[in-house]
């Protein structure tokens, strides 16, 4: 609530306040450089607000150091633009790393898991591949299938289209949607791409130059005249007054 962050002299969040709700998915839209990934990054603690409060499942985590954010990280998975896997490890290993780490599962155990999670995100026999030998579009689902390895109750996705071609970005939405569906789980997408935002979204805020200036429905932002909105959606068609 009312969240400020500067890298130096650059202002990037300025006076950010809006609510996530228990199980919907929340759209954080805006252009490069808006603030939409340090926004995100907050939410896990990897970023600290110079002023203002992060509060998570009822937890005022603002404060938190590094011990105290373990439970609140558990609690939810983030997959990053990258999808940052690890590249000396196979892709079991991948998915299955955060279940060596922070669980006592016997291994046989953590391999039936690793191939449920490959399996609800539509991969199934690659086990055994390196992240190189994965296309862009695959690297992205192994990187879904670790997040929801562990079950958590939020999965944060930071633009989880960029860079793929429309037919595997469509695949990726779909995925976006159906997790959300069967595991009942909070999500948080932040993007630029506006048709992905209303496939995926029940509600999308409008982030831009560090101010929130939109938080609603689909059918609000469409019905919206907050200029700077309608200026995004019309991808830059309408022009808003300066």
């Known amino acids: 609530m009312d969240v400020h962050k500067s890298f ?3 202002k990037v969040l300025q006076g ?3 609510d996530i709700r228990r199980g919907e998915t929340m759209v954080v839209l805006g252009g490069s450089g ?3 990934s340090v926004l995100l990054r907050h939410i896990i603690g990897l970023h600290h607000p110079d002023t203002g409060r992060i509060v998570v499942d009822g937890q005022d985590i603002t404060g938190f150091d590094e011990d105290e954010l373990v439970p609140i990280r558990k609690k939810a998975a983030m997959l990053f633009q990258s999808g940052a896997l690890f590249d000396s490890m196979t892709v079991a290993e991948n998915v299955g790393y955060g ?3 922070h669980t006592d599962l016997a291994d046989d155990a953590i391999d039936t898991i690793v191939r449920e999670k490959l399996a609800l ?3 199934e026999g690659v086990e055994h591949l390196m992240p190189s030998e994965l296309s862009g579009g695959m690297r992205k689902r192994v990187a879904l299938a670790r997040s929801i390895a562990m079950e958590p109750q939020c999965i944060l996705y930071d633009e989880p289209t960029t860079g793929l071609d429309p037919v595997t ?3 990726i939405n779909d995925l976006i949607r159906s997790m959300q569906a069967r595991l009942h789980v909070t999500t948080v997408v932040v993007t630029h791409d506006i048709q992905s935002a209303f496939f995926i979204g029940d509600r999308i805020a409008y982030l831009n ?4 200036h939109f938080v609603g429905t689909m059918e609000e932002a469409r019905d919206s005249r907050e200029p700077m909105l309608r200026h995004c959606l019309s991808g830059g068609r309408e022009h808003h007054a300066q």
């Open 169 to 171: 970005a469509g695949t």
């Open 209 to 212: 130059e560090g101010r929130m």
């Open 99 to 101: 279940l060596h780490e």
């Open 16 to 18: 950010i306040t809006f």
């Open 8 to 10: 130096g002299p650059k």
């Open 34 to 36: 808006s603030g939409k």
């Open 121 to 123: 995100v539509e991969l």
